[in-house]
C-alpha cells in the first residue's frame, strides 16, 4: 500500500517462528487449503457472504489475528456472522487452525498473506466490523513507516466498513494510540464513538480478552479501546 506517509510497506516481520509440531503441519496442509482465500483478478472483487458455506448474515474483517484467540472465540459466539482472518505469521495461523478444527468452525476464512491485497480485493461497503488488534508498534521512529494505521489505510476500512459499520483498534502502546486517533480524525469517513474516558479505557461488551492483552497488563501497560463508526 502507498500513502501520503511513504512508499510502499512491509507491515510485518518474520512470516517464522518456533518450529512446528506434527498437527500443526498436517492442519497447515490439509485444513488451511479449505479455508484460505484465493482473491479474485485485478479489478474485480470478491463476494464477502458467498465465501462461508453456512448462512451469513454479516461479515466482520480481523487484520493480524495474532493467535488467533479473539476470531475463534468470535466465530462461536456468532455463528451466522462470517469472520475472514488476516495473519502473515504461519505460526498464529496453526494455533487459528486447532481453535477452528476443535471447535468446528465453518463461518471462518484465512487470508495469509498482507492484508492491504485483501482490502483492495472487498467490495465497497460488504464489511460490518473491521479489527485490528495489538498491530507491530514499530516503536523506532525510523520503523513507524510500517505501522499498519495510515491515512491510506484507514481510507480503505472506510471503504470496505458499511454505513453504520464499526473499525475497533486496541493496543497497549499509547503512542500508537494516539497515531491512530490523529490519522483517524483526518479520515472524513470515520467517527470516533467515545463520549467519556471509560469508552477507550474498558474494553468492548462483546471482549473476550487476548493472551497479548493478559501480557500486557500484567506488565503494567493499560490498553486503549478505540471504536470509529463509518459514516
Not at 518456533?18 to 479449505?34: F, I, N, S, W
Not at 498464529?92 to 492484508?115: F, I, M, S, T
Request: with cysteine; hydrophobic share 45%.
Amino acid at each position: 500500500m502507498e500513502n501520503a506517509e511513504g512508499a510502499e510497506r512491509a507491515f510485518y516481520g518474520r512470516r517464522k517462528g518456533k518450529r512446528l509440531r506434527a498437527g500443526q503441519e498436517q492442519r497447515l496442509t490439509e485444513l488451511l487449503p479449505v479455508l484460505r482465500l484465493a482473491l479474485p483478478p485485478a479489478g474485480q472483487f470478491l463476494d464477502p457472504k458467498a465465501l462461508f458455506p453456512v448462512p451469513t448474515d454479516e461479515v466482520w474483517l480481523e487484520i493480524g489475528f495474532g493467535g488467533g484467540e479473539h476470531l475463534a472465540a468470535q466465530a462461536g459466539a456468532h455463528p451466522r456472522t462470517g469472520i475472514i482472518g488476516a495473519e502473515p505469521f504461519v505460526n498464529g495461523v496453526v494455533k487459528l487452525l486447532r481453535a477452528v478444527d476443535e471447535a468446528a468452525l465453518r463461518n471462518v476464512r484465512v487470508w495469509d498473506e498482507d492484508a492491504t491485497a485483501l482490502l483492495a480485493a472487498l467490495p465497497d461497503a460488504s464489511l460490518a466490523r473491521v479489527y485490528l488488534l495489538y498491530p507491530d508498534p514499530w516503536p523506532k521512529r525510523r520503523q513507524r513507516k510500517r505501522r499498519f494505521v495510515s491515512d491510506g489505510a484507514l481510507a480503505e476500512i472506510a471503504r470496505v466498513l458499511r454505513p453504520g459499520g464499526v473499525f475497533r483498534f486496541a493496543s497497549d502502546i499509547d503512542d500508537y494510540a494516539g497515531w491512530t486517533l490523529v490519522r483517524a480524525a483526518r479520515c472524513p469517513d470515520l467517527t470516533w464513538t467515545a463520549t467519556a474516558a471509560s469508552d477507550w479505557m474498558k474494553p468492548w461488551a462483546d471482549w473476550p480478552g487476548t493472551r497479548y492483552e493478559a501480557k500486557a497488563l500484567a506488565a503494567g501497560r493499560p490498553p486503549s479501546y478505540l471504536e470509529f463508526r463509518r459514516a
